[in-house]
């Protein structure tokens, strides 16, 4: 962590002379930490991979729409990345934190405040219907983010964003709100639409474009059915193939998504053969499901990769615009609750570690022990400045969950004298009120299969006075709840 900050500060002091260059890549800590040089592929790809073949994968939850954007519907799978590109494309190599390549840009421009970004075009790149892909199709896809259509989720990512300017046919420069050090490579993670196509005359993002997609990504939609699958052909002509980082990439023919609405059916058509992988994210099922005969035979590969990219969270989210969750205490005491050492040990088969904070599995971003430095120092200052976002806490103990490590009897005890001191009386049935509000919510799920988890944090959330109802939904109604925050919690990660 300490290298981290020296980095940091090392990039303000020496800006004028490092950052406002053109260059091939953005880094999160500056262009000495991107690893890759100008026409270098990625180490992960084999630039002598052969094409053709059909990959088969399978997605749960049907789709409703081909947009990636916009506010209604469920997207359908591998669009994003298949069909449409961003502006830079995100690297995924272990070494990089967060590091970005030219996708449709040959060079970034930081300026020497943070404050723009300058990006210059590749002057091939077009789009699967050869229209060629200019400036004005960036200008047209950052103000589609004004549209009351476009998903809020974008609109939240980008707000930072100011504005952009169209400088030539090629370039184009965005200007930023505030100066933040992941901004830069958060406007590289924009979508880029082809003006002529979804700026069309009397159509309506949000509802015009469900039935069609057309982007300047390596793949094409070949054929689809809503609720079973979607097949993407691979463009032999895409503008981007000789690019450095896209080689050794996108070499199957085809990419089909079978589509299942039950976790099960998944589970036994993989092992039947209807599809070629299966990403596996919970533990019951790799502990019990996929091994014995079928690995023994060869009907598959059981594997693990392991890595030490940036893991992200999972984990019981609360709506904030709840007033039971407005108070610090509250959602302490709620979270102390969830005993992860009995879940991991009965429920997870011992294969997860509780997450610490966002930066997870990276040796080198995640911190370490009590704050101390140049770490101490930051965290102080900010502490005066905005205090009541700044815990004391963060000065005297390590990151983690509240109550982590403890025992779940001292939890328990613990998060009823922080419902006590936050004004939450116990009823007669049991049940937490303050006011007119009564300790009780629902935790939303699209499928059943976290419902395991979630029964033994209810129980000990009724020990604390809290009622807790688990609903299942079918994946639309899910995200339609989501798009207009009809939730209390959720799980998300």
Same mark, same amino acid.
């Given at each position: 962590?300490?290298?981290?900050?020296?980095?940091?500060?090392?990039?303000?002091?020496?800006?004028?002379?490092?950052?406002?260059?053109?260059?091939?890549?953005?880094?999160?800590?500056?262009?000495?930490?991107?690893?890759?040089?100008?026409?270098?592929?990625?180490?992960?790809?084999?630039?002598?991979?052969?094409?053709?073949?059909?990959?088969?994968?399978?997605?749960?939850?049907?789709?409703?729409?081909?947009?990636?954007?916009?506010?209604?519907?469920?997207?359908?799978?591998?669009?994003?990345?298949?069909?449409?590109?961003?502006?830079?494309?995100?690297?995924?190599?272990?070494?990089?934190?967060?590091?970005?390549?030219?996708?449709?840009?040959?060079?970034?421009?930081?300026?020497?405040?943070?404050?723009?970004?300058?990006?210059?075009?590749?002057?091939?790149?077009?789009?699967?219907?050869?229209?060629?892909?200019?400036?004005?199709?960036?200008?047209?896809?950052?103000?589609?983010?004004?549209?009351?259509?476009?998903?809020?989720?974008?609109?939240?990512?980008?707000?930072?964003?100011?504005?952009?300017?169209?400088?030539?046919?090629?370039?184009?420069?965005?200007?930023?709100?505030?100066?933040?050090?992941?901004?830069?490579?958060?406007?590289?993670?924009?979508?880029?639409?082809?003006?002529?196509?979804?700026?069309?005359?009397?159509?309506?993002?949000?509802?015009?474009?469900?039935?069609?997609?057309?982007?300047?990504?390596?793949?094409?939609?070949?054929?689809?059915?809503?609720?079973?699958?979607?097949?993407?052909?691979?463009?032999?002509?895409?503008?981007?193939?000789?690019?450095?980082?896209?080689?050794?990439?996108?070499?199957?023919?085809?990419?089909?998504?079978?589509?299942?609405?039950?976790?099960?059916?998944?589970?036994?058509?993989?092992?039947?053969?209807?599809?070629?992988?299966?990403?596996?994210?919970?533990?019951?099922?790799?502990?019990?499901?996929? #091994? =014995?005969?079928?690995?023994?035979?060869?009907?598959? @590969?059981?594997?693990?990769?392991?890595?030490? $990219? /940036? !893991?992200?969270?999972?984990?019981?989210?609360?709506?904030?615009?709840?007033?039971?969750?407005?108070?610090?205490?509250?959602?302490?005491?709620?979270?102390?609750?969830?005993?992860?050492?009995?879940?991991?040990?009965?429920?997870?088969?011992?294969?997860?570690?509780?997450?610490?904070?966002?930066?997870?599995?990276?040796?080198?971003?995640?911190?370490?022990?009590?704050?101390?430095?140049?770490?101490?120092?930051?965290?102080?200052?900010?502490?005066?400045?905005?205090?009541?976002?700044?815990?004391?806490?963060?000065?005297?103990?390590?990151?983690?969950?509240?109550?982590?490590?403890?025992?779940?009897?001292?939890?328990?005890?613990?998060?009823?004298?922080?419902?006590?001191?936050?004004?939450?009386?116990?009823?007669?049935?049991?049940?937490?009120? #303050? =006011?007119?509000?009564?300790?009780?919510?629902?935790? @939303?799920?699209?499928?059943?299969?976290?419902? $395991? /988890? !979630?029964?033994?944090?209810?129980?000990?959330?009724?020990?604390?006075?809290?009622?807790?109802?688990?609903?299942?939904?079918?994946?639309?109604?899910?995200?339609?709840?989501?798009?207009?925050?009809?939730?209390?919690?959720?799980?998300?990660?």
């Amino acid at each position: 962590m300490k290298k981290i900050i020296f980095t940091f500060f090392a990039l303000l002091l020496s800006a004028n002379s490092v950052i406002a260059t053109p260059r091939h890549g953005l880094s999160l800590y500056g262009p000495q930490d991107l690893k890759y040089k100008p026409g270098q592929p990625y180490d992960y790809a084999n630039p002598k991979a052969p094409k053709g073949g059909n990959l088969v994968l399978a997605d749960f939850g049907a789709f409703t729409k081909l947009n990636p954007a916009s506010l209604k519907g469920v997207t359908a799978p591998g669009i994003g990345i298949l069909v449409f590109q961003n502006a830079m494309d995100s690297s995924a190599d272990d070494k990089e934190a967060f590091s970005q390549y030219g996708s449709l840009v040959e060079k970034a421009e930081l300026a020497d405040d943070h404050l723009s970004l300058t990006y210059y075009l590749y002057k091939q790149a077009e789009f699967s219907d050869g229209h060629p892909l200019t400036a004005d199709d960036f200008v047209f896809s950052f103000n589609l983010i004004k549209d009351p259509q476009y998903h809020p989720i974008f609109k939240e990512y980008f707000k930072d964003i100011k504005s952009i300017e169209k400088i030539d046919t090629h370039t184009v420069r965005y200007h930023f709100a505030i100066r933040n050090q992941e901004l830069p490579l958060i406007t590289g993670q924009m979508i880029i639409f082809p003006k002529h196509i979804y700026e069309a005359k009397g159509k309506s993002f949000g509802s015009d474009f469900d039935d069609m997609a057309v982007g300047s990504g390596p793949y094409t939609i070949e054929k689809y059915e809503y609720g079973k699958y979607i097949t993407y052909k691979r463009n032999p002509d895409w503008w981007g193939k000789d690019i450095a980082i896209n080689k050794g990439r996108y070499n199957f023919d085809r990419v089909t998504f079978k589509i299942y609405l039950d976790p099960v059916a998944q589970r036994e058509a993989f092992k039947g053969g209807e599809f070629d992988m299966q990403l596996v994210n919970s533990s019951r099922d790799w502990a019990l499901d996929y #091994k =014995g005969n079928f690995v023994k035979k060869g009907y598959y @590969l059981r594997k693990e990769f392991p890595h030490t $990219r /940036i !893991a992200g969270m999972q984990g019981f989210a609360m709506n904030m615009r709840n007033e039971i969750f407005k108070s610090r205490k509250v959602r302490a005491a709620l979270a102390m609750v969830f005993d992860f050492e009995w879940s991991n040990k009965n429920l997870f088969y011992g294969q997860y570690t509780r997450n610490d904070c966002y930066f997870d599995n990276n040796p080198e971003v995640k911190p370490q022990g009590v704050p101390a430095g140049d770490v101490k120092e930051l965290l102080e200052s900010l502490r005066k400045k905005h205090k009541k976002f700044v815990p004391k806490t963060v000065l005297t103990k390590p990151v983690g969950a509240p109550g982590q490590g403890l025992p779940a009897e001292r939890n328990i005890k613990v998060a009823n004298s922080l419902l006590d001191s936050a004004g939450w009386k116990i009823g007669k049935d049991g049940i937490r009120s #303050k =006011g007119k509000h009564r300790m009780e919510f629902e935790l @939303l799920l699209a499928g059943p299969g976290f419902q $395991r /988890i !979630a029964e033994p944090y209810k129980n000990n959330l009724k020990k604390i006075g809290v009622k807790m109802d688990i609903k299942v939904v079918q994946i639309a109604e899910y995200e339609e709840r989501l798009r207009n925050f009809k939730f209390v919690m959720i799980v998300a990660g």
